[in-house]
């Protein structure tokens, strides 16, 4: 039988290795003349003996021990007095030795990649003395590696990521894989990789375990994930070798390599005419296969004749391209508008530019619809004047509204009343006319602004509204009169021609060039002998002193009537009067009293003191009155017991009708009929054993021309009024008028004589009853008879 090149390799190697096993398992024992061994009681003696390493394969399954060497002494002459022991790692646990001969053997399993290798010391006693015959000495039980351990990816499964289009060799990942066995002996720890699944896409570096891209052109938007499964042998990978695998997901990231396009050629959108500014129109996306920052674009209208209408934005969220309306829309102006729109790409990769431009183009229609639309005015904000003096009725301005339908209704005007509660003006409906209601003042409100309503006559809730600014002119309608409520006070020592006062004007009046006052004393006032006045030209006047010596006990308070004149057209005057006291002062001048009563009485009670002690009397009057009164109140006779408070009591009830179809609450045909009423009626308060035999009658009575005049007059100010409540409501007056049959509903009168109802029943209703008979009845004793 021949062999071959690799199994004669093969046969070389094994028995080269049980060459060497075989020759290491044996103690070789040599003569030595090295150092002395020394013991206490004896002679020196030669060491006999050395300790080589000894080998022994782990993962022994065999069921008898594993022979591992032999221990042998030169003194050791074969007849049993020499005894061998063993001690250190694993001695007598692992590692056994027979006594006579030597030989050590292991009773377990080894594992190298636990322990590779023990540390034992033996020694040789001597049988008889168990004394030693030689030094104790250490060696060493190494553990030879054979190959148990596969390859393990210690970091798998991997995960990775490349981009996508990338060419062939890109580098993805690196995987590896660790062996446990020996790396220093054979080749159990050398390992190779392969790639068991995943190609032909990607491919394994052998000895590296670097993944590599193995096909070009790989496209994310195909397939944007790949699962790969790589192996790793050990022995070089040749048969009989253990291998492990790992898992490697490989994702393909995304690059630019793909242009926007729009899914349609032309979109279509209607919208209604009244859409508020900034309104949505529609929302448009071209598509993009790509993803995240790849796949963001930008809208812009490029052509078309909505360019300043129209504007588009793009969702930064959903890449869409929002168009919104940029001016109102007028149906009436124009029916539709055209938009050419662009996406582009904002990102785009050089490297990919050959597949294309990166943007797209579309149309977009926009159609206008009609809306019934209130009406306009010609003006947002109309500004009128009237002069304050202008008359009831008079013609202040028009303002002009029209319905931009295309139906042109009728316009009808009308004030909103809640911007003219005084209702100082009219407007007329039909021509939109604005005149005075009410006598305007200027002084009291200087502008105006009021809201016209503009109402379709085809459709009212179609409202238009109108600023009205109305500004009222100014007249000279006020006379001047004094600034402020002057305190003046002249010195009894004053001399003449001392100032003593300066006044000055206002008015209320607003004339385009300013006030200007004129100041002077009335005739009768003109040649008084105490005081005159300067006018200075400059709105203010100085009133002074004529004379000296003003004594409180001769007057001590002065009148001084001034006449002031304005500069209108035509002006007006008023006469005020200054009030000037004369008081003591010091020798500065200043006031240090102007009561006239203290040189008057001057041992009697001040004035303070006279209106207290007043005060006091008029208080004990008022108790005095009360007294009287609780008194008289105490003396007038009971008409009933303490224990029981009969009175008339008035009874609210809050009761809720059933509605339009509710005929059972009220009598229908007394609504019908304003000329019947009912001419006697069951009363609530009677027991039911008094019986009224009559039926009730019903009597006609003629037309009441005041109410029909009054019910007329309030529909027609519903009519006009636009803040009135819509055509279909009820509205219910309370209008008793003149003659009501109901006459007074008040019981004043029910106790007089000639009251038309009897209360002498209530006598034979017994005892209970008493009180009221005494209080209604018409016997002697009744107390108001």
């Given amino acids: 039988m021949k062999l071959g090149k690799v199994e004669f390799c093969h046969f070389l190697q094994i028995l080269a290795l049980f060459l060497c096993l075989s020759g290491m398992n044996q103690a070789e024992v040599s003569r030595s003349r090295s150092k002395p061994y020394f013991q206490s009681g004896r002679t020196r003696t030669k060491r006999s003996w050395v300790w080589n390493q000894f080998f022994v394969l782990e993962e022994y399954m065999g069921t008898d021990p594993l022979y591992v060497g032999k221990l042998h002494s030169d003194v050791d002459k074969g007849d049993g007095s020499i005894k061998y022991i063993l001690s250190g790692e694993g001695a007598s646990s692992i590692f056994i030795i027979d006594e006579n001969t030597g030989d050590i053997h292991a009773t377990k399993r080894l594992d190298r990649e636990e322990q590779a290798y023990y540390t034992l010391r033996a020694q040789a006693l001597d049988r008889l003395t168990n ?212 996406a582009a790409n904002m990102h785009v990769d050089p490297r990919f530019l050959s597949l294309g431009p990166f943007s797209d183009m579309t149309t977009v229609k926009i159609i206008v619809e009609d809306v019934d639309e209130p009406p306009v005015f010609t003006s947002h904000l109309y500004s009128m004047v009237v002069s ?86 100014d007249i000279n309608d006020n006379a001047p009169e004094f600034a402020m409520d ?85 002006s007006l005057s008023s006469t005020n009067t200054l009030t000037i006291r004369v008081c003591d002062c010091d020798a500065d001048g200043i006031a240090q009293t102007c009561n006239a009563e203290a040189y008057i009485l001057p041992a009697g009670l001040s004035t303070g003191a006279l209106i207290a002690i007043l005060a006091c009397v008029l208080t004990l009057l008022v108790l005095v009155l009360l007294i009287v009164t609780m008194r008289r109140r105490k003396k007038e006779p009971l008409i009933f017991d303490e224990e029981r408070d009969i009175r008339e009591n008035i009874v609210r009830y809050d009761d809720e009708g059933g509605g339009e179809e509710d005929t059972e609450a009220f009598d229908m045909a007394a609504l019908r009929n304003l000329n019947i009423i009912r001419d006697t009626k069951t009363r609530r308060d009677v027991t039911p054993e008094i019986q009224f035999l009559s039926r009730p009658t019903f009597k006609s009575i003629p037309d009441n021309v005041i109410f029909r005049e009054f019910i007329w007059e309030r529909l027609k100010e519903a009519d006009v009024d636009p803040c009135a409540p819509p055509y279909d409501s009820l509205q219910t007056y309370a209008f008793e008028g003149n003659g009501s049959v109901a006459e007074s509903l008040s019981s004043l009168d029910s106790i007089s004589s000639n009251s038309d109802q009897n209360y002498d029943y209530l006598s034979d209703w017994g005892p209970r009853f008493k009180r009221l008979a005494d209080m209604y009845g018409t016997g002697p004793d009744c107390l108001y008879s």
Avoid: W
């Fill in 486 to 570: 002057y305190e003046t006070t002249v010195c009894e020592n004053a001399q003449p021609g001392q100032v003593i006062q300066k006044i000055s004007a206002i008015d209320k009046d607003d004339p385009p060039n300013g006030h200007q006052f004129y100041f002077s004393l009335t005739a009768e006032a003109a040649n008084n002998h105490n005081f005159t006045l300067q006018d200075n030209k400059d709105n203010t006047a100085t009133v002074l002193t004529r004379r000296n010596g003003f004594r409180r006990q001769e007057q001590s308070v002065f009148y001084l009537p001034i006449f002031i004149v304005d500069s209108g057209s035509p």
């Fill in 388 to 473: 304050e003096a202008a008359k009831v009725g008079t013609i202040i301005g028009t303002v002009a509204a029209h319905d931009p339908d295309a139906s042109s209704s009728p316009v009808r005007y009308s004030i909103d009343r809640n911007t003219d509660l005084e209702r100082y003006f009219n407007i007329d409906a039909n021509s939109g006319v604005i005149t005075t209601a009410k006598s305007l003042d200027r002084e009291t409100n200087a502008v105006h602004n009021i809201t016209v309503l503009a109402m379709e006559s085809q459709n009212p809730a179609q409202i238009g509204r109108g600023y009205v600014a109305i500004t009222i002119l």
């Fill in 131 to 342: 004394k030693p015959v030689e030094p104790e000495s250490e060696f060493v039980i190494k553990i030879q590696d054979i190959n148990d351990n596969e390859p393990k990816f210690l970091d798998g499964p991997y995960t990775a990521g490349v981009p996508e289009m990338s060419p062939v060799g890109t580098s993805v990942v690196q995987v590896t894989a660790t062996d446990a066995d020996d790396p220093t002996y054979g080749n159990s720890a050398r390992v190779v990789y392969s790639i068991l699944q995943g190609q032909p896409y990607f491919s394994v570096e052998p000895k590296t375990g670097i993944i590599k891209t193995a096909l070009p052109n790989m496209d994310r938007e195909a397939k944007d994930q790949y699962l790969l499964v790589i192996q790793a042998k050990d022995m070089v990978g040749q048969n009989g070798g253990l291998s492990g695998t790992t898992s490697v997901t490989v994702t393909l990231t995304d690059v630019n390599d793909n242009p926007p396009r729009f899914p349609r050629r032309s979109y279509q959108y209607n919208v209604p005419e009244s859409l508020p500014v900034s309104s949505v129109v529609a929302r448009i996306k071209a598509a993009d296969a790509d993803v995240g920052s790849n796949a963001e674009m930008e809208y812009k209208i490029v052509d078309g004749d909505g360019l300043g209408v129209f504007k588009i934005s793009v969702d930064k969220d959903t890449q869409e391209g929002i168009i919104t309306i940029q001016k109102e829309l007028d149906f009436e102006a124009k029916t539709s508008y055209t938009l050419r729109i662009e």
